[in-house]
């Protein structure tokens, strides 16, 4: 089973390739996918079956507006989410419940948009996909190692770092690893295959490769879309731009609610991300929030490693340094004056789930140490604890 949960993964990494090469190399003769001067969305499922039902074990929201604006936001599927009968249950269970239909109804519903068309694949042949566009760069930056011999087959993953050419099997195996942060990370991997397949293996591939490749993925497909949009998909690649593309994920902090593990989605945070990136909307900017951000690991540079990250994404950053010690426990993210800006920062962060919102009070020893070293007028202390990096 856990098999065929990453082949269908794989097939829609590769699938979303397509369709957005497609859309930025054709926007002029969209057709229906695109009202003319309006965004529309495509929900994307990769399937697992448990029994007899079909479960949504991947999903992705491709977002497209004729200005060449093309959103990609990756919903994890443990979100915890109300359905049509007033029940809560994980995002996953949509499809199991209500199919394509229920899926976008609820998928709508949580991020406030429409979502008229979906794509849901089931049991692709991930492996031969890749193998068929010639494999695929990766720079790898740790050792992956990974065994679980209860999967059918077992399963025994040994990556090392570096720059390397993935084949099917390894391109596999890197998004199917367990070994660091759960679903995000396998979502934060997805993100970097489906980058480095655009960026590499879509740019300047001649039309017959495509079109064998959609014929190939076609049987796997439940889909709204015609053959001919699916046709029309295949002409891709020519001067295909990832610079285009904007990749995100639904902001989210688990919880445990009756023994069963949820991700609860971060709503001010999510309506903040949702009014920016296909509304065009800015409620809330990284440039309206200053951080300062202290090392309270001791890990070289982390400090300044993590400043430089939120620079580049526009926060403002109005002091690097040391913490009062080098002992914290955890990555610790103190709200000085306003959520809203603490949940932005925690979504930015590479992994998000690993630094902790608190208020002073609630860590008033260490706020009061710092606090002589914290600029008037910031909103956020980011303080990097136990295993916190930046490695980009």
Sequence with gaps: ?????????????????????????????????????????????????????????????????????????????????????????????????????????????????NIPFYIALDYAVFEQLIDQLGGVTMTVDQAMKYDDNSANPPLHIDIQPGTQTFDGKTAMEYVRYRGDSGDLGRISRQQKLLTAILQERFQNKDYTSIHKMVRAINPYLHTNLSLVDLYDIAKIVHGVDVQHVQMATIPSTPVTIGDINFLEPQVVAMESMIAHLIRGVNLLTPSDITV????????????????????????VIDKIANAETFGYDKTYIIALNDMAKAQ?????????????????????????????????????????????????
């Design 292 to 315: 300062a951000v202290f090392n309270g690991n001791g890990t070289r540079m982390v400090a300044s490693r993590a400043a430089a990250y939120l620079k580049a994404r526009n926060f």
């Design 344 to 392: 932005m920062l925690q979504a930015t962060l590479p992994q998000p789930d690993d630094a902790t919102i608190v208020s002073p009070d609630e860590l008033s020893t260490h706020y009061s140490a710092l606090l002589p070293y914290t600029p008037k007028g910031t909103d956020l202390l980011l303080i990097a604890g136990k295993g916190f990096d930046i490695n980009e």
């Design 1 to 113: 089973m856990r098999k065929q949960i990453l082949f269908a993964l794989g097939a829609v990494v590769v699938v979303i390739g397509i369709v957005i090469g497609w859309y930025l190399v054709t926007q002029r003769h969209v057709g229906r996918l695109v009202a003319q001067g309006k965004r529309t969305n495509i929900l994307v499922l990769g399937l697992d079956k448990a029994g007899s039902k079909h479960r949504s074990d991947t999903m992705m929201l491709l977002s497209l507006s004729p200005s060449k604006d093309v959103v990609l936001l990756s919903i994890p599927r443990d979100l915890r989410v109300k359905l049509d009968d007033g029940s809560f249950h994980k995002l996953n269970a949509a499809y199991a419940t209500g199919g394509a239909t229920q899926a976008r109804k609820t998928v709508g519903s949580l991020l406030g948009v």
